[in-house]
């Protein structure tokens, strides 16, 4: 081993390695008392995602690994009456009989390293979502009871194993329409990171007050107005990579959750006490930690807690005011305190513009750009979503016909639970009531 004779030599050395910024950050000079996105799990390259693709479980969870990628060339959704998902029930019910026969598998071995557990979480989530939404349902048991806690070792059945040969087209469209999804949300994400580069030069700020500091904050909305038209561009190019018919049909309905829907209960985690009543909503783009930071930096109201112009209208009002904060609960905790942290500045860019009249216009200028991206956004809900729920469905969907009305009648809602329309007209009406009206 060699040593490194003095400070200096070390800061040299880490030089090489980091950039400048990163090395003050993990110094901590010149945040004394100061936001270190760091400490809140938010890389500065990466954002909100992790610096690395999350290592895969060790051997001893080869179960859950293993369970995980059998399931995507195997399972079939329980609403799928073709041929060919009929005809893989039996190796679906072996996959889900595996399942069931689980052991308890102690995570305490990881339980200090966060990314192995974001592996599990991730892991189990998806094999979850497989296993109830393969279940061929009947009218009579209306509620899939499951559980991960039986125990016997895990073995996949040699009829698993021999894959009786798999209909690749379904899955490859479904496959490559998925990806196209996550793809464009990864790009919001790690496109975000410049302007979580702004927010935490804000946060930072010794005083928003000084002329110095103004003349910095107008730069950077400037560059934040830029930032979300470029944003906007990438939730826009979902229509040239994700085909709308393959999206609600064979993708969307897998990340359906669990909802409470009045006397029908949810899904029940045997050994989980109260588990029916747990609000279980399905993943969501909505959950996207960096569109949050956005909301939460320029202060828009998607609580209509503020007197603002122009007054809510109806179908506002009766949109879900807590979904975003709902879908907070979704986010790993240390993003969760990240929103938190930025939300609490003792003075918000909003209020820093409304009395600073050079910065109103900056300040508006990115509200229009966001509103202008929840406009878009809407547009494609509708392709995706409301319009889809109108059509015939896919033969490769394999709804009977009886069926249809059932299958779309979520139609109206988002994987997250709520009246697709009238929630995201109630997000764009708020982005627009940010509006600094004697601009
Ligand atoms: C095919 C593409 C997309 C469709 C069909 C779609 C659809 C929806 C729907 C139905 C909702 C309502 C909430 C729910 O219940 O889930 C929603 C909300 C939301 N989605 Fe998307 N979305 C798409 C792409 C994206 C992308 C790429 C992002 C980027 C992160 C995104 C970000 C959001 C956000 C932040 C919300 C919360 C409401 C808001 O901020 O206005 N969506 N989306």
Sequence with gaps: MSFVSSPLHMLERARSAFDVKTLERVLNFGHQGGFVPQEYDVDAHTGFFPPEPLPKLTAEFSIWEEALEKAQGLLYLA?????????????????????????ILDTGSFSSNIRLLQRAHLVLAWVLHFYAHSIPKTYHIPTPRFSFLAPSPFRLPSAVDEQHPIPECVFRHRTETERGFYTVSAAVELKGVEMLQIIEAYMNLPNVTESTAIVKI????????????????????????????????????????????GSQPGWIYEGVPNSASLDLAGPSAGQSSVMHALD?????????TQKRQPAPTEANKKSEQGFMERMRKYMPGKHREYLARVGAVPRSVREVARTTPSLQEPYNEVVAALKRLRDIHIRIACLYIVNQSTK?????????????????????????????????KAGRDATQRAMLMDA
């Design 79 to 103: 609403s799928n009456q073709t041929e060919e998902a009929v005809s893989m029930r039996p190796q679906g019910e072996c996959w889900r009989d595996a399942v069931r026969s689980w052991p």
């Design 218 to 261: 107008g730069r950077d909305l400037v560059a934040l107005a830029k930032i979300v038209k470029d944003l906007t561009e990438i939730f826009a190019s979902v229509r040239d990579t994700i085909d709308p018919e393959a999206f609600f049909w064979l993708c969307r309905p897998w990340w359906n959750g669990s909802e409470v829907k």
């Design 296 to 304: 939460i930096f320029l202060d828009i109201d998607h609580k209509l």
């Design 392 to 424: 015939t469905p896919p033969t490769a969907s394999g709804v009977a016909a009886d069926d249809v009305k059932k299958a779309a009648d979520g139609h109206a809602r988002g994987t997250g639970g709520n009246q697709t329309t009238i929630l995201l």
